[in-house]
């Protein structure tokens, strides 16, 4: 079972929003929870988890991982990322019913590893979530998506043209990937920029989930 960091909504009511964060390869729940405030202002009614991944990262002595990148190989990253799948799934369908929630009411940020994971889930589950925030992340198994999408949420990708650690090339992979398979991307390189978020990066966040939690 998944386990993360909370914090409730700023009004003090019962949520109407849920957003849930995913961090990257070796960081922890801590990492994206940093985050929260920058987007609980636009989104006071939004409940709001940063979650752990459930393995330790097995490329360093500390940190947690959605899946082991010790392949990089697609298959090798496919296959984790169904491992893990299920159990974000079964998070996402619990916190929906212990709110009071649809799916549509879901927002997921991810960060590299987590933002993969965040595109390949949303676009497999049966209903459509509120929209996609994938921050730095390759969008994994592009080229049979159009075979496997099940729901079409809004996605909005953004990434650093210097990214050291998921290639830039990753960036326009991915939006085209996804604009294949017929789902509303919104696609922003960030110059200068390398592995990571950056303010202008935060403030097309912002606006991005505002517009999806009002559609």
């Not at 202002?41 to 940063?50: E, Q, W």
């Not at 996402?92 to 390949?120: C, N, P, R, T």
């Amino acid at each position: 079972m998944l386990t993360g960091k909370h914090q409730s909504p700023l009004s003090g009511q019962e949520p109407k929003q849920l957003v849930i964060l995913l961090h990257g390869l070796g960081a922890n729940a801590d990492d994206l929870f940093s985050l929260i405030p920058y987007f609980s202002d636009i989104l006071p009614d939004a409940h709001f988890t940063s979650l752990d991944a459930p393995y330790p990262c097995d490329m360093a002595a500390f940190g947690l991982q959605w899946f082991s990148l010790q392949d990089r190989s697609e298959e090798a990253i496919i296959s984790g990322i169904e491992e893990v799948m299920p159990a974000l799934n079964h998070y996402i369908d619990e916190a929906v019913k212990e709110h009071g929630l649809e799916d549509g009411d879901v927002a997921l940020i991810g960060f590299s590893q987590g933002a993969m994971l965040s595109k390949y889930t949303a676009v497999r589950r049966s209903k459509p979530i509120a929209g996609v925030l994938a921050y730095s992340g390759a969008l994994v198994g592009a080229k049979d998506l159009k075979d496997h999408i099940v729901s079409k949420p809004p996605v909005c990708v953004v990434h650093g043209e210097e990214d050291e650690v998921v290639p830039f090339e990753a960036f326009s992979e991915s939006v085209n990937g996804l604009q294949a398979a017929g789902v509303e991307v919104h696609g922003y390189s960030r110059e200068d920029l390398g592995h990571g978020i950056d303010p202008a990066g935060v403030q097309i966040g912002r606006e991005f989930l505002k517009t999806a939690f009002a559609s």
